[in-house]
């Protein structure tokens, strides 16, 4: 069981507009803006012509048997490359599905120069917002800063530098072309490893409803509503892994140039503790959030 306090309130960050593009998101403090400079797009290819038998609605049914699990901990990266390097950033928690709150420690890669060091983001996933500590210039240490997803870009899928583990298989909803690549073990569990295409639109329509507005703003911020995906799912159905290759638009990346960020979570330890307390109105930073130097 996991114990819970607070709730999200309304804070004007500049990281809830949507006016002036990705720079105006990372003035207010995501962690993405390390990964969306200079990045080489690619093309992903997956093959939706074979079938993985039920593998179909077994993948569009991940987000439900994640929240039948309870709770989890949980490894993210997400990551591109820039000048042919690859550059992630990486967090580490746990989250409650049943409740959709989670809470992540992210580590930023080194800056541009590959010698100043970043402090860990603390990260609190809620129902349509994200808190973030130590991030943004002239926020104090002891304040958050709370960033309404559907006012991000891309509905905060990884502008904050991780994807809400539940919001990540809620976009296979919308699955299709599903095939078997074969069966694997992960963390010594065995799993079947599907490979398809979802469709981020779609996702919204067919999500919960605490899902969809935030996917309706991810539809509107990435140039390709068709996203990529592999998907590692347990006997019981629960996702084990799921790997989603996203592009993001001209106009949100600063360099004017699609690029490409590819997103990937791990779930396990299914039912562990997970206890997250948002901040309390006082907590919560009110004033402008500036983009941090270098």
């Not at 991940?62 to 699990?69: E, Q, Y």
């Not at 904050?160 to 694997?184: I, K, M, N, Q």
């Not at 911020?221 to 996203?246: C, I, M, N, P, Q």
């Amino acid at each position: 069981m996991s114990r819970w306090r607070g709730s999200p309130r309304p804070v004007p960050v500049d990281g809830r507009r949507r006016a002036g593009g990705l720079s105006a998101v990372l003035a207010g403090g995501l962690a993405a803006g390390l990964l969306l400079t200079g990045c080489t797009p690619e093309t992903v290819v997956v093959d939706g012509r074979g079938s993985g038998g039920d593998g179909g609605p077994r993948v569009r049914g991940a987000a439900d048997a994640l929240v039948r699990a309870g709770s989890s901990r949980v490894r993210t990266t997400v990551e591109t490359v820039t000048g042919g390097t690859r550059v992630a950033i990486r967090g580490r928690g746990g989250y409650d599905f049943d409740r959709r709150r989670g809470r992540l420690r992210l580590v930023l890669p080194r800056d541009a120069s590959g010698t100043a060091e970043h402090r860990p983001i603390t990260e609190l996933l809620a129902a349509g917002a994200v808190f973030m500590r130590n991030r943004g210039a002239g926020v104090p240490d002891d304040k958050w800063v709370r960033v309404v997803s559907a006012g991000a870009v891309d509905g905060n899928l990884v502008t904050g530098g991780a994807t809400d583990p539940l919001t990540a298989a809620e976009l296979l909803r919308a699955a299709r072309g599903v095939r078997l690549v074969g069966r694997e073990r992960l963390d010594g569990t065995a799993v079947r490893h599907y490979q398809g295409v979802t469709d981020i639109g779609r996702a919204a329509r067919a999500a919960s409803p605490a899902a969809r507005e935030v996917l309706g703003a991810a539809a509107r911020g990435f140039t390709e509503h068709v996203v990529a995906f592999d998907a590692y799912l347990d006997e019981r159905g629960r996702l084990r892994k799921v790997r989603h290759r996203f592009t993001m638009a001209e106009r949100w990346t600063g360099s004017g140039v699609r690029q490409q960020v590819v997103s990937t979570t791990e779930l396990y330890d299914f039912g562990a503790r997970v206890t997250v307390r948002l901040p309390d109105p006082e907590d919560i930073f009110t004033g402008t959030v500036g983009a941090p130097r270098g």
